[in-house]
């Protein structure tokens, strides 16, 4: 069927007045995106940024204002939702509570008018891929909010859909079934071969399953590209910040060099001169330098060294995270575990590779 392509989509929201075109309540930018056949597309963002309103565009269940979606050279605009080869997996599963899960997954092709044991044979199926063979027979108020989702995923994917649509579909669940039911996905995805477009606001999520993301911001596209891309290079600064960056320093450059309020570091790359911005720090490029290692001569030009002190220090899952002064700039840094961890009020020496620092114009 091709590439699912989303051409200058664009929606408002009436204002308190009344009047879409003065100040509207809120605003869906113009979207171009282009979702490759087969791809899993990530869509992340803040609560409130446009991300479900934009996916029901996409899915028909919303008619934009302007703008078109195609799959392949088909334009699917103005066709329902219904009509589309679509399907859709919600926050809340949106079960049928009257029937048995297998009348559940099989109810789409009922609707198509497929025979009896042929739907049955299908949903058997479906129900084995997502590890619930032998539940098919159960009500939906006897699974659990995993299992009920386990069922809806089957539901979706029966239908043979060109693209599998994922509204934020394990936010309500527990860690642990969170993260069960992410390999599901990806499992399903790698098995079925379908293209799917996830929205999330869980960065960790996005991460794991998509192959690329695309980040938005109060009804914009800010940044399209892989999770790597986006996390080691973000285009904007509301897009590190939403990815987790600590480290983002506001200053100007002049003759190759970031000068900070507190805090300066020689740039391993030519920036034009007088340019304003962010520099982003990932908080695992620094290094902290045992005892042993400081008289050592670094021969590397493109490593700085900064010594500061210890404010605050965290042990997580392998991970020690801590944040370091250094002349008044509070740093945040992540290492892995270490046998000398280091204490508040520590005085450490970082070397910091220059090469891979990003700088964000204004």
Known sequence: MGELVIHRVEKK?????????????????????????????????PSGCGKTTFLKC???????????????????TYVPPEKRPFSMVFQQPL?????????????????????????????????????????????????????????SLARAIIMNPKVLFLDEPFSALDPDLRQEMRELVKQLHQTFKVTVLMVTHDREEAFQLADRLAIMHEGKLLQVGTPKNCYEKPDHIKVAQFLGS?????????????????????????????????????????????????????????????????????????????????????????????????????QVTLQLNIKKLHFIPQ
């Open 246 to 346: 600590k480290n983002m320093i506001e200053g100007v450059v002049s003759k190759n060099k970031f000068i900070g309020k507190y805090f300066e570091v020689s740039l391993g790359y030519n920036l034009m001169n007088k340019t304003k911005g962010w520099l982003i720090i990932r908080p695992e490029l620094f290094k902290r330098m045992c005892p042993n290692d400081l008289n050592q001569t670094v021969n590397n030009v493109h490593i700085q060294s900064f010594t500061g002190r210890i404010k605050e220090v965290s042990y997580r899952s392998g991970f020690v995270h801590y944040k370091v002064d250094i002349k008044g700039q509070s740093l945040y840094v992540i290492e892995t575990n270490q046998s000398d961890l280091p204490l508040v009020n520590d």
């Open 95 to 151: 079960l049928f509570p009257h029937l048995k899960v297998i009348d559940n997954v099989s109810f789409g092709l009922k609707m198509q008018g497929i025979n009896k044991k042929v739907r049955f044979d299908k949903a058997k199926d479906m129900l084995q891929a997502v590890g619930l063979s032998g539940y098919e027979l159960r009500h939906p108020y006897e699974l659990s909010g995993g299992q009920q989702q386990r069922v």
């Open 58 to 76: 996409i899915a028909g269940l919303i008619l934009p204002d302007s703008g078109n979606v195609l799959l392949g050279k088909k334009n699917l």
């Open 13 to 45: 929201y009436l204002n308190h007045n009344g009047n879409p075109s003065k100040n509207p309540s809120f605003q869906l930018y113009p979207m171009n995106l282009s979702i490759q056949e087969g791809e899993f597309f990530g869509i992340i963002g």
